[in-house]
Every structure is written in C-alpha cells, then in structure tokens.
C-alpha cells in the first residue's frame, strides 16, 4: 500500500514538473513569436519608409488625391504627365511607375529575364490562382505557355469559341435585349454574366446560365464565388502591409475568412468538373480542361490552369465592352460609321432579323471597327496596370536606377493618356487613328501594351477581340443604347481588372427596320 502511495506521489511530482516545463517552454516560445513578429514588422515599416515626406508619399498615404480625381489611375496619370521622363517613385511603395515606352520594351522584351512576376504577386494571388500561368514565372511559365499556346492557336478550338459566342448571342443577349426594350437596366451586370457564361463553356464545358431572361441573383453560386474571391485577392494589394491581411488570414478574421471560403467553393467546383470528366470522358471533348486533361494528371494543377484562363477571360471582355458603349454613347458619330460599315461588308442588313449574324470571314472586314475597339481599349484598359519585381539592379532607358527587389510598373491606362505618346488628341475618342487609307494599321506594342507586350503577349488576343466584336455588331445592328447619365465619368471599384462602380444603367430601344 505504501509502495504503491509513493510511487502515485512520484508520478503526480513527474506530470507536476512536466506540465511546469511545457508551460515555461510555451511561454518562451510565445515571447520569441511575438518579439520577432515585431522585429519583422518594424523592419517591414521602416523598409516602407512611412516617414517620407515627400508631397506624393504624403497624397497617397492621406488619400488627399481623391479631392480632385476620381480614381487613383487618374492621379497617376496626372503625375506621370508631369514627370519629365514620364516616370514616378512611390517610396512608400518601394514602386517605379513609368509610362515611357522604351521603359515597357526594356521591362517585357530587353531585360525580361531580370523582370518576373515575382513572389510579392505570386503570393498575393496564390490562394486563388495556385500554380496557374498567370501567378508563375520560369519553366513552369514556359511550360503552360507552350501547351496553352498549341491549344489557343489552333482553328479548332477558335471556332469553338467563336460557335459558343454565337449561341450565347442569338439564345440569350438578343431575347434579353428584346424584353427589356423601353427600360432601363445595368450593361456592365449583362456583359459580366454574358462572359461568365462564354468563359465556363469555354474553359469547362459547363454552362452557369447566368444570362437568363429572369436575370437570377445571384447570376449563379459559382459566379458569386468566383467575383468575391477575385475581389477580396485583389484588396489584399490594397493592404499597407502585407503582414494584416497575412495575420488574418492564419486567425481566419474577416475577409480572409470570406475569401478562404469563396476560394473553398471554386475549389470545390472544379474539382467536381475534373471528377465529371475522368467518369464520363474526355477525349472528345473541345473544351479547355478536356484538352489539358489529355496531358496532365495532376488534378491541382489542372485547376490552377483553368481557374486562371477563367479570370482572364471573364473580367477582360466585359470590362472591355461597358467602356465601349460608355465611349459610344459619347460619340455617336463613331456608331453610325461602325453601322455603315456593318451595311457595306453584310449583305441584306436588316435590325429586325434576329438569324442574321455577322460571320468571322466578314468581321475581318470591318477595319473601322476593329479601329474603334482597339481605340476604345487604349483610354480604357481592362487590366490598368502591370508589375514586375527587379530581380537584380538595373537602369531603365531614362536613366531611372531600380535596385533589387523593386516594384517595378507600367501602366496602360496612363500612357492612353500621355500626349507625347498619342499626341495632342491623346484624350479624344478617334478611331481614325489607326487607320491607313481606310485599313487597320496596328501600333507599337510598347507604346500600346493593352494586351502585354514580348514574351509575354496576350494569347487569348485575337479571341477576345472577336468575341468583343460579336457582342458590339449584335447590340449595335438592333438596338439603341442610351447610356443613363452620359456625363458621368466612370468611377473604378478596387479589383484586378477595371469594373465600373455602381454598373452602367442604359436605356435600351429596339430599332425600327
């Protein structure tokens, strides 16, 4: 009995002195945790050189800009303009910001292997996009460029996606645009759900039917998913340190709680296209995720994959068409030469014939309009801005030193704006500028790097631009778009392509034959 009290007394003593010792060593483990938190974060904030009194520095961290520009764009066009090399320094951003086209030809083309997407962004956008083409740089880049570029490039999947476009058009956006003749209604919301629906034939094969004539809201639960996760990555951005969102995001506060569980959702989604595929086949289908499937196994990277060309694909188109029929509405000079020219190329024009749709050969045409579109892209780009990150020093061609490890941006949607870039009429609406003796005469890359430019172009281009036009020669043959408020310059919410706040309300009217 004694034996067996001592040896409980013994063994109480052991768990006492084990517990006291996990308590110390946690305590000390806590301490350091926290102490070198703050160590990281003052170095973080002295390396973000918070102390900068320079008048920019100052403008930006007060947000004084917004008293006489709408958008933060808009501010750093003014700033750029007024650069004598037409490039700016964010200090407290550690961010180069240049609208000088030699600087957009050294950054994509010249030096582009000292100029990757970088960590900073990959990690930003990695809960989203993963591995996907958009987020990587090196061989792994390499290798979704090659394989998307096979696929992208062939006449097969072109006119796959040139046959989905037309389906949407004549089922959906024709009869939708019919019902709600006379009234008013959000062309941003109908464009946003008519290149959601394009994008899902096109990259899963499924069909979300967004674009329904009761307009369902939400447009669907995947859709809803996808926009707040593209939305709440891209906020992440807006963060003066990226330590907040990245603490949030390890105690699920917030909205890193709301985008953990958006990302979920998407997750969940393609996981069950890619399980649909491997039950029922996949070898004769045309769609992206079947065609990659033939190639890859690894089921999260196909997801990666095709969750990237859905972003590109989506947000681009639409935001693309709202800021050409805000520009139309505008310049109704511009609509009645794109109908001229729809009368010359088509034969038998008719706006009550709702069959009639203009083909891919006759659309090659049409270089007015290809004119207006691309115009219509140089002073509203989808994408405003792009970044690299510096990955060893080097001197831009106006002289500007870029240490290691720097931000480095150029911005599309201010060099639409430069006058000694586009010239005086640089703020004009003037298709005509790309036109030679009545053809399209495409421009520099550098100067124009709506789509990217070098290595990295854009290669959905051509498919984008087509199904644009699609959308433009449908809306523009039958109907009357009056834009709600014409003198209303378009004001951006914050996300990772250019998405008009508040939509744009238009009144639609059918056309008389």
């Known amino acids: 009995m004694n034996h067996s009290i001592s040896n409980l007394s013994s063994s109480s003593s052991s768990s006492l002195w084990f ?28 390396r973000l050189k918070l102390w900068c009194k320079c008048s920019t520095c100052q403008t930006f961290l007060t947000s004084s800009w917004s008293k006489d520009f709408n958008n933060l764009c808009d501010w750093y066009t003014h700033l750029l303009s007024k650069s004598p090399t037409g490039t700016i320094h964010i200090h407290i951003l550690g ?3 240049t609208a000088d086209p030699k600087n957009v030809e050294h950054i994509l083309k010249t030096k582009f292997e000292n100029y990757p997407k970088g960590k900073p ?107 707040l996760a593209s939305k709440l990555s891209a906020q992440r951005g807006l ?29 969940q989604f393609a996981q069950r296209m890619i399980n649909q595929r491997r039950e029922l086949g996949f070898s004769d289908k045309s769609d992206l995720l079947s065609r990659f499937m033939t190639m890859i196994d690894d089921d999260k990277y196909l997801r990666d994959i095709v969750v990237s060309f859905l972003l590109a694909g989506r947000d681009t188109v639409a935001s693309g068409l709202t800021s050409f029929f805000w520009l139309l509405s505008q310049n109704p000079k511009v609509e009645f030469a794109i109908r001229d020219e729809l009368e010359k190329v088509t034969a038998g024009f008719s706006p009550s014939d709702d069959q009639d749709f203009v083909m891919f050969d006759q659309m090659r045409e049409m270089h007015y309009l290809h004119a207006a579109l691309c115009e219509s892209l140089r002073l509203f780009p989808p994408v405003q801005f792009d970044s690299k990150f510096a990955q060893h020093d080097d001197v831009l061609p106006d002289f500007t030193f870029v240490r290691k490890g720097t931000r480095v941006t150029y911005h599309p949607y201010a060099m639409g704006r430069m006058e000694r870039v586009w010239g005086p009429d640089c703020l004009e609406f003037k298709p005509e500028r790309w ?29 984008a631009l087509v199904e644009m036009k699609c959308v433009a020669l449908a809306i523009i043959k039958r109907f009357n778009i009056q834009v709600a408020d014409p003198n209303q310059a378009p004001k951006f919410a914050p996300g990772l392509t250019a998405t008009v706040r508040g939509g744009l309300p238009v009144l639609v009217q059918r056309r008389k034959a």
């Open 95 to 97: 961010n180069i910001i």
């Open 435 to 463: 036109l030679k003796n009545g053809r399209y005469v495409p421009e520099n890359p550098y100067k124009y790097p709506v789509f990217q430019a070098g290595l990295r172009v854009c290669l959905g281009k051509e498919m």
């Open 239 to 267: 963060s003066p340190s990226s330590l907040i969102w990245k603490v949030k995001r390890v105690l699920n506060l917030g909205s890193e709680k709301e985008l953990k569980s958006a990302i979920k959702m998407v997750d």
């Open 19 to 46: 517990n006291s010792t996990c308590t110390i060593f946690s305590f000390i483990f806590f301490t350091f945790t926290f102490s070198f938190s703050l160590f990281s974060l003052s170095i973080f904030i002295l």
């Open 121 to 227: 962004f990959s990690i930003l956008l990695g809960d989203l996009l993963g591995k996907g083409i958009f987020n990587v740089d090196g061989d792994s880049w390499k290798f979704q460029r090659k394989m998307a570029s096979l696929e992208l490039g062939s006449v097969s999947i072109r006119m796959h996606a040139f046959n989905i476009v037309k389906s949407e058009i004549q089922t959906r956006l024709i009869p939708l645009l019919n019902s709600v003749s006379g009234q008013v209604l959000d062309l941003q919301d109908v464009f946003r759900r008519f290149s959601f629906d394009n994008i899902c034939k096109f990259s899963f094969g499924f069909d979300p039917s967004c674009l329904e004539l009761s307009l369902p809201m939400p447009a669907s639960e995947f859709a809803e998913a996808f926009d």
